[in-house]
């Protein structure tokens, strides 16, 4: 069962940037499709982001052409670069697989938009 720890979230001001990512205990990221979902304050977990193994990606309308999901194998780590970001982007950020059995999940990692 693989672990995954996501870091890099933060107070940032709107219109600014982050870039999160998520470290996996093995090599998970070349063999399964991964996704970045948030969870905000009384709302559901949703999917904002992911990406397949063939290297296809795919985002949510409210993220769409500001954010970008990447990954590197080799450090078996996901990033979230995160532009533009809005009040409403603020959130728990985390990573898992596309779809069912999902992995344990991690703690995630807090990003707040805030002036």
Not at 11 to 27: E, F, H, I, K
Not at 43 to 69: C, M, P, Q, W
Not at 87 to 93: C, F, R, S
Request: hydrophobic share 35%; aromatic share 10%.
């Amino acid at each position: 069962q693989a672990q995954l720890v996501e870091s890099g979230g933060g107070l940032v001001q709107p219109g600014g940037s982050l870039r999160l990512s998520c470290a996996a205990s093995g090599s998970i990221f070349s063999i399964n499709a991964m996704g970045w979902y948030r969870q905000a304050p009384g709302k559901e977990r949703e999917l904002v982001a992911h990406l397949t193994r063939g290297g296809s990606t795919n985002y949510a309308d409210s993220v769409k052409g500001r954010f970008t999901i990447s990954r590197d194998n080799a450090k078996n780590t996901v990033y979230l670069q995160m532009n533009s970001l809005k009040p409403e982007d603020t959130a728990v950020y985390y990573c898992n697989r596309l779809s069912p059995p999902f992995f344990v999940w991690g703690q995630g990692t807090q990003v707040t938009v805030s002036s």
